[in-house]
Nanobody, 125 residues
Framework: QVQLVESGGGLVQTGGSLRLSCAAS????????MAWFRQAPGKEREFLAY????????DYADSVKGRFTISRDNAKNTVYLQMNSLKPEDTAVYYC??????????????????WGQGTQVSVSL
């Protein structure tokens, strides 16, 4: 079993930055495919970014490409999401997710077996 705990959310003004962290425990972190998703009220869960176990392969949704950066530190069992140039439409609950081989480069929430509790990000005008 894998436990994921997100942190780093908060309230920020338009154009500001935040860095989210997701600490993992319970299984060899370096073997996990990791991703970030978000969900705004009344909307479906949206894929944001993916990172391969080695960290050498990443994938981003068009909506965040060039503004968000996913990274991981396998020695610290942690994945990060650096968010720059934030906009009000980025307001949502942000989740990290972990999966095995079936989650390889996947943008589908159903491919990920483990989820954190979520952290709120709010961007004001």
């Amino acid at each position: 079993q894998v436990q994921l705990v997100e942190s780093g959310g908060g309230l920020v003004q338009t154009g500001g930055s935040l860095r989210l962290s997701c600490a993992a425990s319970g299984r060899t972190f370096s073997s996990l495919r990791m991703a970030w998703f978000r969900q705004a009220p009344g909307k479906e869960r949206e894929f944001l970014a993916y990172i391969h176990p080695s960290g050498g392969i990443t994938d981003y949704a068009d909506s965040v490409k060039g503004r968000f950066t996913i990274s991981r530190d396998n020695a610290k069992n942690t994945v990060y999401l650096q968010m720059n140039s934030l906009k009000p439409e980025d307001t949502a609950v942000y989740y990290c997710a972990a999966g095995g081989a079936v989650a390889m480069l996947s943008r589908s929430p159903s491919r990920y077996d483990h989820w954190g509790q979520g952290t709120q990000v709010s961007v004001s005008l």
